[in-house]
């Protein structure tokens, strides 16, 4: 089937999304805040699955916009230098990640300025109502824009090129794949795992994470390369 | 009689403050609650914890925020490690 291989490329693009922590920081520190705060289990499931929603929305309003807008630039047909550029942002991404996704102190530190790191924290203090906590979960993904751009950006171009009625299925593919781990970590807080446990895994794991992410942006340039630009050469000629 | 210290923020953006052990005690219950700590246990640890960081802090006029964190997470490891790491660790998750 045609559609496979650019689903399977959308569903990488949607784990290396994944593999990206801002939002699971976000949604771990409210967690803590609201037991901390004595809130009801009730409450407690109101806000995660709030935060949840909006980081679920807020991607698959990004993705939709990022193809809407490169299909309007491209149409259907998207030119084989358009694949490269993306390829190049891939790779670029991938050793951005490497260098200085998480910062080189101890915790979970991200790249983000402080000043916005300080804001979203100040934010998560004092959410205490489901849409509050709704546009937390939006604005965590639009915070972290700089990196998921590339995979944004790929599975947006792949899913111009599947027929139209694959491609709700490939919107539906990448929200999947990118939010699955979020999903578990919310589910867990929300039936009452620990959340030091949590942070402490994320903590100690936080090299190995960096490095999964920088690999799978490397992979996933590999694939575009192999699947879509040096196919394109092979059948105009190599031109672009 | 205890002197009064004082307590310079971090950044030094807001103003320097009187130490308060009633802001300190709740968040040290804040974040035994936040471990699963039952409720009584949390209030034991955090009064304990308290007592520690206000002797510490008994021949010291002025001390900045971040040290009463250090010491509280010091004192809070004794009783409750997991508590203590979460703590210590609160505002380096993002």
Redesign the interface.
């Known amino acids: 089937m045609d559609a496979i291989s650019p689903l399977a490329s959308i569903a990488l693009a949607g784990l290396i999304h994944a593999s990206f922590q801002?939002s699971i920081?976000?949604l771990?520190?409210l967690?803590?805040?609201a037991?901390?705060?004595?809130v009801t289990r009730v409450r407690l499931v109101k806000l995660v699955g709030g935060f949840t929603l909006g980081a679920v929305i807020m991607t698959l309003l990004l993705l939709s916009t990022t193809a809407l807008w490169l299909q309007s630039i491209f149409g259907s047909i998207v030119p084989n230098l358009a694949w490269a550029m993306a390829c190049g942002l891939l790779m670029g991404l991938s050793v951005a990640v490497w260098i200085f996704y998480y910062r080189r102190?101890?915790?979970?530190?991200?790249w983000?300025p402080r000043g916005l790191?300080r804001f979203?924290?100040d934010r998560?203090k004092k959410t205490r109502i489901t849409a509050e906590a709704f546009g937390l979960g939006m604005t965590s993904v639009v915070a972290e824009i700089l990196f998921i751009a590339g995979p944004v950006i790929v599975a947006a171009l792949l899913i111009l090129g599947l027929p139209p009625y694959w491609q709700l299925a490939g919107i539906a593919v990448y929200g999947l794949t990118s939010l699955l781990p979020f999903v578990v970590v919310a589910l867990l807080i929300a039936n009452?795992y620990?959340?030091?446990?949590l942070?402490?895994w994320r903590?100690n794991n936080k090299g190995f994470l960096q490095f999964i992410a920088g690999c799978g942006l490397i992979v996933l340039a590999f694939c575009v390369y192999v699947n879509q630009v040096s196919d394109g050469i092979a059948l105009t000629g190599g031109g672009f | 009689m205890t002197a009064i210290s004082y307590v310079v923020k971090r950044g030094g953006k807001r103003p320097t403050e009187a130490f308060d052990p009633d802001k300190l005690k709740a968040s040290i219950?804040?974040?035994c609650?936040?471990?699963?700590t039952p409720?009584g246990q949390a209030e034991a640890t955090a009064n304990s914890v308290t007592d520690v960081v206000t002797r510490w802090l008994d021949d010291k006029p002025e001390v900045t925020s971040e040290d009463i964190r250090r010491k509280a997470a010091e004192a809070l490891a004794k009783y409750h490690p997991?508590?203590a790491?979460?703590y210590k660790?609160?505002?380096?998750?993002?």
């Open positions: 801002l920081s976000t771990t520190l967690g803590s805040r037991i901390g705060a004595k102190e101890p915790g979970t530190s991200l983000l790191a979203l924290m998560t009452g620990s959340i030091s446990k942070q402490r903590s | 219950v804040a974040t609650l936040s471990v699963r409720e997991e508590a790491h979460l660790h609160h505002h380096m998750v993002i």
